[in-house]
C-alpha cells in the first residue's frame, strides 16, 4: 500500500488524489470535452462567446441554490426546500416593489426600495435556513423530511402572498434589471457589421462571488474543514472535537440564506412574480451537485466542481435545444442520462481506486 | 484528591434502557503510571471511557481532575479534550474522506482560519518521528488500518493532556508497531502522562502496566498491584470466580466411545472468516455436545458464525459426514441441516413485530420456498405445537414477539430451529439474560437432542453451564483456538489456566 506514495505516472496520481479532487477532474474535463465538441461539430453560436455569457445570465441563480445544496451535500445532508424558497422569494419581492399594482391609490407616491427588498429576499432565505437548521441539528429529524415540508410550506405562501402572475414596473428595479456589465474583448461583429459588447448580468457577478467566497470557505476556514468532517463520519467528528450539531445547523443556515440570495437574483433576471417560478429547482441544483463530484453520501465534494455541474447541465441543454429536439421532455431525457452517466463514472472510478489501493 | 492523581472517578453511574452498564464504579490514575482497564466483553470498560470522555452523560457519581478544583464538567469530547484528556478509541474514529494532518489537526486547533501549510509541516514532523508511513497530505481512506491507527494515537499523543484513554489501540497493529506504541506510551510515563490501557491481551498488560483495574458487569472488582495479581488470578477476577472454591462441580461423567473410525458429523479443516479469526479446526460427531469457551470476544462465536457461513468465509473446507460441502451463506449450511441459534437474539434472532406463530416457521418455510406456504392451520397447529413442548408463555401464537420476555423469545427462536429437525445444532449463548429457571430447562434439552442423536455446539459465558452439559471443550484465547479438554481434563481451574495461558510452560510463545 505504500507503494502509492512513490509510484509515479498516472496511477501513482490516480491513487494519491483525494475523491474530490478526482471528481472535480472528472467534471471540469468532461465540460471542456462537451463544449469544444459543441463548437466543433455544432458550431454557430457556439463560436460566439456570448453564447456562453448567456448560459451564466441564464443560470445565475441556479449557481447559487447549487452551492448552496453542495455545502449541504458535503456535510450529509440534502435541502429540497430551495426551488420554493426562490418562488417565495420573487414573488414577494415583486409584491413589495409593485405595490402600486395591488393598491394604487395607496402606494402610487411611494414606490417600494431595492435594498429593502433584498432584505426580504436574505431574511425569508435566513428564516427557512435557521428553522430547517434547527429541526435537522437539534432535533435530529431527517433532513430530506424537514426540507420537503419547507417545500411545500414555501410554494403555499407564495400563492398566499400573490395568486396570478406579473411583471414587475418599479421604475428603479427596472433599470437595475436590464444594467448589463460589458465584458471587454468577447464582443462580436453582427452581419450588418455592427460590433456588439458581450455583457453579463449583475447576477451573474453576484453568482460568481458567491462561488469564490464559499469555495475559500471550504477550504480555508475551520468551519468549511467541518462540514467534510461531518459529511465523512459524523461520530467520528464529533470524537475528534467537532461541534456536530452546531456545524449541521450552520450547513443548512447557510444554504437558506444561499437560497434567498439565489430568490433575488432569479427575480432579477426574470423581473417577475409567479407561483410557478423556479419549479424544479431544487432539482437542477441537485443534479448539478452531483455532476460537479459532489457525493449524496456526504464528505466529498467542491464548489468548483459545482460551478461546472450547472455549466455543464446548461450546455446539454442548449446542445439538444439547438440540435432542434426543442420539446421540454428532450431536455430532461438528457438530463437523465447525463446523471446516469456521471454517477457510473464516479462510482466505477472510486471502486477502481479502492481496488488499486488494496492491491 | 489524593496525592498525585491526575484523574479520579467517584460513584459513576450509567444505564441504559433495559441495561444498567455502570453501577457505582470508583477509579483512580495516578500520575506517570500505565493503568490497564481489564474486563470481558460487556464488562463496562469502554462505557467508562466514554463517560469519561463526554461521549456519554453519566447518570450518577462525579469526576475529578488534578488542577480543577470540585467535579469537572465533561459534557462533550470538546471539553474532555479541553480538559487535558485525549483518547484512542477501539474503533477508529477519524474521517476517511480528510487528509492525514488534517485528521490529527481538526478540533483541536485555535482561530478561524486553517493553515495548510504550518498544518502539513507540524503533521510531517510528528508522522516521521513516529515512523508512520503516511504523508500528511494523503487521504485517510487510502491508510492502511493499522497506519489509521497510528494516525489516531499520534493525534492523541500530540496534544498537551494529563490523561491519554488507549482503548484496545493494538488490535490492528502487528508486533514492530506494538513496540512502537509500548516506547512511546513509556515517554509520556517519564513525563508524568496518566495512561488508561484497554486491551484483551493479557500479555501486553504484563509488559507495560503498572496497576490493574478489573471490571466486571459493571461493577468494580478491584484495583491491584500487577506484581501481586498474577494471570490465573487476574483471569478468575474477570470471569468472577474464586480459584479456591473451583471445585468440579461436573456431574456425572460423560462416556466418551472412542471410536476413531466414526466419521463426524461435520469436520472444519483450517476454517477462516473475514471476522478476524486465526484459522482453526473443528470436528463433531453424531450424538455428541462440544463446546467452545473463552473470555467474551476471544473468538468462539465468530468460529461458529463461520460454520454457519453468517460471516464471509475465506479459506478452509467443511466435511458434511465425510463429504466435502461449500457453505457460502447461512442458507447453504441450512439446507445441510445446520441450525444456528445466534448470540444476540435481537439483531440476528427475532423480527420483533411478526408474531410468535411468524417467527417459529421462519426458518422451515425459508427452506421449503416461498412459494409454498404452509397452510395457516399447518401454521396454528405447529406454533401451538412447540409453544407447548417448550412451555413458551404468551398469550396467543399471534403475540407479537417482541412482547415476549426474553427468555420466552429465545426459546421461540429455538423452536424455530428445532422445527427445521437438524442434524448439527448451534446454539451460541442461548441461556445469555434469562431467568434460572429457563436455563436449566435449555440445557435439559441439549441433553435430551443430544441423547436422540442429535449434535450440538453448545456456547455460553458460564463455564459451569458447560461443564455440565459439554463433554469436548474447545478453548479460545485472543481469536485463536488454545487448547481442548475433553473427559477428566474438564474442570473449571483447567480452563482458566488454559485460557490464561500456562506461564510456568509459556516463557517463549510470542505475543498474538
Known sequence: MGDNNKKGGFSGWFARTSDTNLLLTITIVVFFVMYIGAMVFQGGGFLKPQTFLHILNNNGALIITACGMSLVMICGGIDISVGGVVALVSMSCAVYLDRDVLNPEKYAEKPGKIFVALLIALGIGLAF?????????????QPFIVTLAGMFFARGMTTIVHTDPFNVSNEAFVKLKDTRVIVPGLGSVNRKGIYIDAYVEIGVLVALLVVIVLFALLRWVKLGRGFYAVGGNPQSALMLGVNVKRTKFLSHLICGLLAGLAGFVYFMHVGSGSPSHASGMEMNAIASSIIGGTMLTGGVGNIIGTLFGVLSLATIQNIVASAGLGEAWWTGITIAGMLCIFL????????KKKKLLTK | MKEKAVLELHGIVKSFPGVRALQSVDFTLREGEIHALMGENGAGKSTLIKVITGVYEKDGGEILLKGIDGPASIHSPQDAQNSGIST??????????????ENMFIGRTKGLATNWRKMNQDADKILKSLDIPAKATQQLGTCSLAVQQMVAIARAVDMECKVLILDEPTS???DSEVKKLFGLMRDLKAKGVGIIFVTHFLDQVYEVCDRITVLRDGKLVGEYEIKDLPRVQLVSKMLGKELDDLSDIKGEPKEEEENANEVPVLEAHQLQSNAGIKPFDFYIKKGEVNGFTGLLGSGRSECVRAIFGADHVIGGSVKKNGKDVKIRKPLDAMKNGIAYLPEDRKIDGIVGDLSVRENIIL??????????????????EIADEYIKLLNIKTASADTPIKSLSGGNQQKVILARWLLMHPEYLIL???????????KVEIQKLVLKLAGEGMSVTFISSETDEMLRTCSRLVVMRDRKVVGELKGDELSQSNIMKTIA???EEKGGESVE
Open chain 1, 129 to 141: 435556513g435557521v428553522v430547517q437548521g434547527f429541526l435537522v441539528a437539534y432535533l435530529e429529524i
Open chain 1, 344 to 351: 457510473v463514472i464516479q462510482s466505477v472510478i472510486i471502486a
Open chain 2, 88 to 101: 484512542v478509541y477501539q474503533e477508529i474514529t477519524l474521517c476517511p474522506n480528510l487528509s492525514v494532518a
Open chain 2, 172 to 174: 490492528s497493529l502487528d
Open chain 2, 363 to 380: 426458518a422451515a418455510q425459508v427452506l421449503r420456498g416461498f412459494f409454498r406456504p404452509f397452510s395457516k392451520a399447518k401454521t396454528y
Open chain 2, 428 to 438: 451460541d449463548e442461548p441461556t445469555r439474560g434469562i431467568d434460572v429457571g429457563t
Open chain 2, 501 to 503: 495461558g500456562h506461564e
